[in-house]
């Protein structure tokens, strides 16, 4: 029985591998279409290392957030919804972006608390506050 365990193993470990290679090649086959054997191996490594940067232009966002509204959102203070809580953002994000957007910028008081007018920066702009709402929402989906 001990002799056979090494066999297993490498049979395991060799379908692994032809595994992995299928499905990579099955991945593969779209994009490497006109260029088969070049392309094989580097295209599908491309495509996923230029997917996450989408939030990083939403650099203003982030930063109105950290500086005015984290103050309440980022711990829940006073019923602020926090970024990431999705159950507490979906019936919010349902209403819409401009009501969101709204809210933000002239306050509003809902049944948690009270929201005030651009977070109590009332140096923003709205294009800032509006900034800042993406920015948590984003992360709230
Ligand atoms: C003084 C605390 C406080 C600060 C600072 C604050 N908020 Fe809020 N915010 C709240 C509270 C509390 C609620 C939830 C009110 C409710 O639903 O009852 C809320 C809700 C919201 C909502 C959801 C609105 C809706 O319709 O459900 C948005 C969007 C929002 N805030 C954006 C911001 C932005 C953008 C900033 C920074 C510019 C900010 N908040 C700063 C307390 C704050």
């Given at each position: 029985m001990k002799r056979l365990a090494p066999v297993a193993h490498a049979a395991a470990l060799l379908l692994a591998f032809s595994l992995a290679a299928c499905s990579k090649q099955e991945s593969a086959t779209p994009a490497a279409a006109p260029a088969p054997t070049a392309a094989t191996t580097t295209a599908p490594t491309a495509e996923v290392a230029s997917?996450?940067?989408?939030?990083?232009?939403?650099d203003e966002g982030k930063a109105v957030y950290n500086k005015?509204?984290?103050?309440?959102?980022a711990a829940g203070v006073a019923g602020a919804p926090k970024p990431g809580d999705k159950a507490d953002w979906a019936p919010r994000i349902a209403q819409g972006n401009d009501t969101l957007y709204k809210h933000a910028i002239e306050g509003f008081t809902g049944s948690k608390g009270a929201m005030p007018a651009r977070g109590g920066g009332a140096s923003l702009s709205d294009e800032q506050v509006k900034a800042a709402v993406d920015h948590m929402v984003a992360q709230s989906r």
């Open positions: 997917a996450p940067p989408v939030q990083a232009a939403n005015t509204c984290a103050l309440c959102h």
